[in-house]
C-alpha cells in the first residue's frame, strides 16, 4: 500500500492593520472606490474592509495614545479617560521627582479606573453607555 501524503496546513497569520490604514481604507471608500478594489490594493479580504467601513464612526473617534498605531479592538472612552488621567498623573509625580515602580502604577490605574466606573452610567446588564 502507498502513503498517504498528510497535508500540512500552513494557518495564515492574522494581519494587524493600524489606525492610519484603516482611515485611509475609510477615506477612498466614501471618495467611491469599490470594497473589492480596495482589497485586492490593501492585500485584504473583502469581509475585513467591509469590516473597517461598517466600523467608520469608531475608527474615526478613536484617538491612540502616544505611540500606539494598531488597536486591536475598539476600546471604550472610559479606557481613553482613563490612561489621559494615568499619564498626568506619571507626569506630576515625575515632575516632583518621586520614583514610580510598576506596582505603584498598577494600584493607581486600578483606583482611576474604579472611580470612572463609579462615574460611568450603565445598563441594567452591566454595559457602559
Known sequence: MDRK?????????????????????????????????????????TSMICTVVKQKESIKSVTPVKGLTIISKLRTSL??????????????????GDTLTQTIICEKTRAIYGDLLKQTPQTSIGRII
Open 79 to 96: 479606557h481613553e479617560n482613563m490612561e489621559k488621567l494615568l499619564m498626568v498623573w506619571v507626569t506630576e509625580k515625575q515632575l516632583q
Open 5 to 45: 501524503k498528510v497535508c500540512e496546513k500552513s494557518s495564515a497569520k492574522k494581519k494587524m492593520m493600524s489606525i492610519e490604514l484603516k482611515r485611509e481604507i475609510i477615506e477612498k471608500h466614501e471618495q467611491g472606490v469599490r470594497v473589492v478594489d480596495l482589497s485586492r490594493q490593501y492585500g485584504r479580504s
